[in-house]
């Protein structure tokens, strides 16, 4: 499979549940631990926008919802987007860097909500 | 105790019931909180104290104890008994003093994430499953503050006085 170059306009998809547990606070924001890598991932997992669907990369809208985030904010917070695509999707990233508290949150606060359907 | 006439109930009639505490969070749920310590049952004169935000944060927290690994649709573990354990007790031991809780959500590490909010000062509790905890406080969204709920407890309750 060949790697795409992740451009700054580029979105960058991230489910996030909102049933058992719910996710989403009550302003609307997802809480700042769904933007953390856990230990086993070598960055924030991601779906590249223009490499897939909203209806896809949800998975299940009965379980998620979609966040976007623009690439060029997680460079301009000194993360690397690399594409990495995995069985079953090819549109899958990986927001590589230095995961602190207070960037997970930061990253959280500018993801937007990715209305599906 | 607090303790609902059905989960009284539903302990006798259990022949594992060893005398584990029941709490009512809502009039028509019950849950039992397995993590208690002797310094974080609730007694009836705690448990009414506590605001509804706090109930609501204990009713997520107790939810979380449910999840399996993957929850979050990538490779999240369930919050770790020591984290809810701590989250809960922050919540018992600080009940006087009528803290905003706002959310709580796990963390995809075991953690137990509690966050606080009043107008534009926000606090995040991060419970970690080795017993340690992260305490970050912002206003209007820029970090003023970043170290241990146990090293900054007087800032924290401050913060929000």
């Known amino acids: 499979m060949v790697n795409v170059v992740i451009e700054p306009d580029d979105q960058l ?10 996710f989403i606070k009550p302003d609307g924001t997802p809480a700042s631990s769904a933007f953390t890598p856990d230990k086993n991932e ?5 779906d590249i926008e223009k490499l897939t669907t909203p209806e896809k ?3 299940s809208v009965q379980i998620f919802r979609l966040f976007s985030l623009r690439a060029s904010m997680t460079t301009e917070l000194g993360f690397e987007n690399v594409h990495d695509p995995i069985t079953d999707n090819y549109a899958h990233a990986l927001i590589k860097g230095k995961f602190t508290r207070s960037i997970s949150r ?11 359907g | 105790m607090q303790v609902l006439q059905k989960s009284k109930q539903v302990a006798r009639k259990s022949s594992a019931y060893t005398g584990t505490t029941y709490l009512s969070i809502q009039p028509c749920e019950w849950f039992q909180f397995s993590y208690f310590t002797a310094s974080t049952i609730f007694s009836d004169n705690l448990y009414n104290f506590l605001d509804e935000s706090a109930r609501d944060v204990l009713l997520r927290i107790n939810k979380m104890q449910k999840l399996k690994t993957g929850w979050n649709g990538y490779g999240a573990i369930p919050p770790s008994e020591i984290s809810v354990k701590n989250a809960i007790g922050f919540v018992s031991e600080n009940a006087k003093h009528r803290i905003p809780y706002y959310f709580a959500a796990p963390g995809v590490n075991g953690e137990v994430l509690l966050e606080i909010k009043s107008d534009d000062k926000v ?3 991060y419970f970690n499953p080795d017993h340690s905890s992260e305490l970050l406080l912002y206003k209007n969204e820029e970090l003023v503050l970043e170290g241990t709920i146990e090293e900054n407890r007087i800032e924290f309750l401050s913060f929000f006085s």
């Open chain 1, 42 to 46: 070598d960055g924030l997992s991601v």
């Open chain 1, 106 to 116: 930061k990253l959280a606060q500018s993801a937007i909500r990715v209305n599906i």
């Open chain 2, 123 to 125: 606090a995040e509790i």
């Open chain 1, 13 to 22: 998809l991230r489910r996030v549940p909102f049933l058992n547990p719910d």
């Open chain 1, 57 to 59: 990369s949800i998975i």
